[in-house]
T-cell receptor
Framework: SQQGEEDPQALSIQEGENATMNCSYK?????LQWYRQNSGRGLVHLIL?????REKHSGRLRVTLDTSKKSSSLLITASRAADTASYFC???????????????FGTGTQLKVEL | DVKVTQSSRYLVKRTGEKVFLECVQD?????MFWYRQDPGLGLRLIYF???????EKGDIPEGYSVSREKKERFSLILESASTNQTSMYLC?????????????FGPGTRLTVT
């Protein structure tokens, strides 16, 4: 089963509006990351939030983390057409041999920002 | 900038063929990963490698093998391609820091097995 589940699966908004995506997970984590994927391309890291952090900002991105509810949200403010992409949360579930964490990705939210 | 490249963007192979997918990273990262991405299933880890010649199975290793002879290169091998291996394959690399790190992804290879 997927560790991370994003909600909604798809979101369509007008340029200038805010977009909020949610992620729920099942087991305890060290950190949670959000990635963006433009159509048919690889993933690009957006932001990482540690388990002892509740909120983090990066430009127009705001991420919150509620470990008691095992959930996170990604807010994109003042959206632009260029924000059209799929967004994935990724949680680390175990330490890998040799160092580094195994990331488990959710199924993603498809965001469409219309002009 | 970290760059992860994959040998092909699109690949069409026949059932039973042996398929090689190549990935190269230029940032001297110890960790490298192979995922497949399917609609509704997200990304699933096939194999990862934490050093040259070192590898471990991910969540769905069946039907796949890997090779890492040089630090910068990680190959995914489909020994006998089957139609259920039609998918988008993504390679990634990262440093081995335990708590705070990100993975850098290549552009992906869309493989179709007919």
């Amino acid at each position: 089963s997927q560790q991370g589940e994003e909600d909604p699966q798809a979101l369509s908004i007008q340029e200038g509006e805010n977009a909020t995506m949610n992620c729920s997970y099942k087991t305890s984590i060290n950190n949670l990351q959000w990635y963006r994927q433009n159509s048919g391309r690889g993933l690009v890291h957006l932001i990482l939030i540690r388990s002892n952090e509740r909120e983090k900002h990066s430009g127009r991105l705001r991420v919150t983390l509620d470990t008691s509810k095992k959930s996170s949200s990604l807010l994109i403010t003042a959206s632009r057409a260029a924000d059209t992409a799929s967004y994935f949360c990724a949680t680390d579930s175990r330490i890998l041999t040799g160092g580094g964490n195994k990331l488990t990705f959710g199924t993603g939210t498809q965001l469409k920002v219309e002009l | 900038d970290v760059k992860v490249t994959q040998s092909s963007r699109y690949l069409v192979k026949r059932t039973g063929e042996k398929v090689f997918l190549e990935c190269v990273q230029d940032m001297d990262h110890e960790n490298m990963f192979w995922y497949r991405q399917d609609p509704g299933l997200g990304l699933r880890l096939i194999y990862f490698s934490y050093d040259v010649k070192m590898k471990e199975k991910g969540d769905i290793p069946e039907g796949y093998s890997v090779s890492r002879e040089k630090k910068e290169r990680f190959s995914l091998i489909l020994e006998s391609a089957s139609t259920n291996q039609t998918s988008m394959y993504l390679c990634a690399s990262s440093l081995p820091r335990v708590s705070t790190y990100e993975q850098y992804f290549g552009p992906g290879t869309r493989l179709t097995v007919t």
